[in-house]
């Protein structure tokens, strides 16, 4: 089958009209090792907004001949794009949310390869200069802003839900947004759009003109989740580790709707990090809400998180079902709480540096078959211990499920293997199969086959 594609040229308007010939010269390496290969890849799925597709492979061979290119004036630049989705243009012309997302992609690549990864400034195998280096791609983004008071609110849950689901998630937006709050996402379909969504409404009604809608993703994951063109400040951080860590950093309270692995991977990440001694005192608001349809999907969420990391875990949260208003209103409160709390104690309000992220939340996992064989998966480990290896075994779920990389490697050699001590692979395993019966682990129309086998 054909798929429709447009060419064109784009100018920065107004941001990334210079650069250097070496940042020119790494993007147009288009061998396989280059810079250009990565841009390649994050550019088509900025550009794949609203096709319907979570799949990197898939996306990545629909449109082998697509190709993006810098051209040099000595006005600045342009970007040559040639055999784009069609999806991304109306009449013809790139849709203006679109092309900025480009120039994003093309602003945090070269950022995070010249200034991050290639600089001996940031020691990224120490906690302190991950956090630090997760800052300064947030500073460079502009999307840390000083002299605000805390509104920004992360909203986490699936790609995959229903249409039901993907109503109340605008509800909930809304009513956020009636309230001056801020919506900061993963930025891709379902739960990530739907409260960026409602709160442009709310935003509108109250006649707040400077509304954000942050979009927060990595390249692993953007092919699956195509930045929708609400999110007016995207960033793009080197790896969903660093990418989660944004979430925490900037966010000032998190709302949790119903998803599949992915959203499980994200509840047991702040789950793990509330739980370090560290932050017993911290204040960070954590709602769990869907609609009365998500009841008994927040109470299996319940029951595997009481299973696995005990009563101390599930009183860091609060499940609301089927009141979009009271959560606007407990996240306002407790937004309030955060306030309080760092001005107290003198930290900022646009990044969290207060909170301690142990290097176990860290450090990259990469899921390869070995690697996911071997975690640790037992309850003779400190709690927030055990929360990071349940969360790598949630990521190694998704890289398989929708990552270019992991659809290959499952391929190659067949189901990942997820072992345990035998309760806890059986609640797991528990959770992992009502995700399933549920369509929460790819998009509707596409039969799911898993990518893992639990071995109890």
Same mark, same amino acid.
């Given at each position: ?13 107004? !941001? ?16 396989? #090792? ?7 890849? +994050? ?11 979570? $799949?990197? /492979? ?8 697509? $190709? ?15 055999? @784009? ?60 802003? =000083? ?7 992360? +909203? ?6 229903? #249409?039901?689901?993907?109503? %109340? ?14 919506? +900061? ?8 759009? *739907? ?28 092919? @699956? ?54 932050? @017993?005192?911290? =204040? ?32 860091? %949260? ?14 306002? @409160?407790?937004?309030?709480?955060? !306030?309080?709390?760092? /001005?107290? /104690?003198?930290?900022? %309000? ?63 050699? *067949? ?5 345990? $001590? ?28 898993? +990518? ?5």
């Amino acid at each position: 089958m054909e798929y429709p594609v447009i060419d064109t040229q784009i100018s920065p308007d107004g !941001r990334l009209e210079i650069l250097s010939k070496s940042e020119v010269q790494k993007l147009l390496d288009t061998s396989h #090792s280059g810079l250009y290969q990565l841009f390649r890849r +994050c550019s088509l799925a900025a550009l794949n907004c609203g096709s319907g597709l979570d $799949d990197g /492979k898939e996306l990545l061979e629909r449109y082998k001949s697509f $190709d993006i290119s810098i051209v040099q004036r000595e006005r600045g630049i342009k970007l040559d794009v040639k055999g @784009a989705p069609a999806s991304a243009f109306v009449d013809g012309i790139m849709i203006k949310g679109i092309q900025d997302h480009l120039f994003t992609v093309l602003r945090d690549i070269l950022f995070i390869h010249g200034e991050i990864e290639d600089s001996p400034k940031f020691d990224l195998d120490t906690t302190e200069g991950i956090s630090d280096a997760v800052f300064h791609i947030l500073r460079n983004a502009n999307v840390l802003r =000083p002299q605000t008071n805390p509104n920004m609110v992360v +909203c986490w849950g699936g790609h995959s839900i229903s #249409s039901v689901e993907y109503d %109340y998630t605008k509800e909930v937006g809304y009513q956020m947004g009636l309230r001056a709050l801020d919506i +900061c996402t993963g930025c891709g379909p379902g739960a990530m759009k *739907g409260p960026m969504k409602g709160a442009t409404i709310g935003h509108a009604k109250q006649r707040i003109a400077g509304g954000r809608y942050l979009g927060i993703t990595e390249p692993g994951i953007i092919a @699956a989740e195509a930045p929708n063109p609400i999110v007016n400040d995207l960033i793009i951080l080197p790896d969903i580790e660093k990418r989660l860590e944004a979430f925490v950093r900037v966010g000032h309270a998190v709302v949790v709707f119903p998803g599949g692995a992915g959203t499980a991977e994200e509840i047991l990440y702040i789950l793990g990090i509330l739980l370090h001694p560290d932050n @017993a005192d911290l =204040p960070f608001p954590l709602i769990f809400t869907g609609p009365e349809s998500a009841k008994d999907y927040f109470r299996q969420i319940d029951q595997f998180i009481g299973d696995t990391l005990g009563a101390a875990a599930q009183g860091k %949260y609060q499940i609301i079902v089927n009141d979009p208003a009271l959560v606007a209103q407990e996240v306002q @409160a407790g937004i309030k709480k955060v !306030r309080e709390f760092r /001005k107290a /104690k003198g930290d900022a %309000y646009y990044f969290n540096w207060l909170l301690k992220i142990d290097t176990e939340f860290q450090k990259p996992f990469d899921p390869t078959h070995d690697n996911m064989r071997n975690l640790e998966l037992h309850k003779n480990q400190k709690n927030h211990l055990l929360a990071a290896n349940l969360r790598r075994a949630f990521s190694g779920v998704v890289a398989g499920n929708v990552k270019d990389q992991g659809i290959r490697a499952i391929e190659k050699h *067949g189901h990942f293997e997820i072992r345990g $001590d035998v309760a806890l692979m059986e609640s797991m395993d528990a959770l992992l199969n009502s995700f399933v019966a549920q369509n929460r682990m790819k998009l509707p129309g596409k039969a799911y086959i898993p +990518c893992y086998r639990v071995i109890k």
